[in-house]
Nanobody
Framework: QVQLVESGGGLVQAGGSLKLSCAAS????????MGWFRQAPGKEREFVAT???????????YYVDSVKGRFTISRDNAKNTVYLQMNRMKPEDTAVYYC???????????????????WGQGTQVTVSS
């Protein structure tokens, strides 16, 4: 079992920044690929970013096209925490953001929701125009 708790959401003006955090417990964090997803009102949940597990200081990261160059996913294995730094935010970034942990240890970084089994409760991010 993996428990995930997100924090850092809130209201920000367009062009501003927010940093989301997700604290994990219950499994060796360093061996777990992590992801961020979001769900806007009336829309399906979508992939945002993923960062792979690693036994050395090298990770693979992938982003949805709409956030490339603006969002950065990172992890601190010593703190069992994954982050999502969001810069130059746009109103279309408004959504509930969810942190997720891959089903199995040492899975490759993945953009597929089906590969994630553990989810946080979500944190609301609102970008005003």
């Amino acid at each position: 079992q993996v428990q995930l708790v997100e924090s850092g959401g809130g209201l920000v003006q367009a062009g501003g920044s927010l940093k989301l955090s997700c604290a994990a417990s219950g499994r060796t964090f360093s061996s777990t690929t992590m992801g961020w997803f979001r769900q806007a009102p009336g829309k399906e949940r979508e992939f945002v970013a993923t960062i792979s597990w690693s036994s050395i200081w090298r990770y693979y990261v992938y982003y949805v096209d709409s956030v490339k160059g603006r969002f950065t996913i990172s992890r601190d294995n010593a703190k069992n925490t994954v982050y999502l730094q969001m810069n130059r935010m746009k109103p279309e970034d408004t959504a509930v953001y969810y942190c997720a942990a891959a089903k199995y240890s040492r899975m490759d970084a993945t953009m597929s929701m089906d590969d994630y089994e553990y989810w946080g409760q979500g944190t609301q991010v609102t970008v005003s125009s």
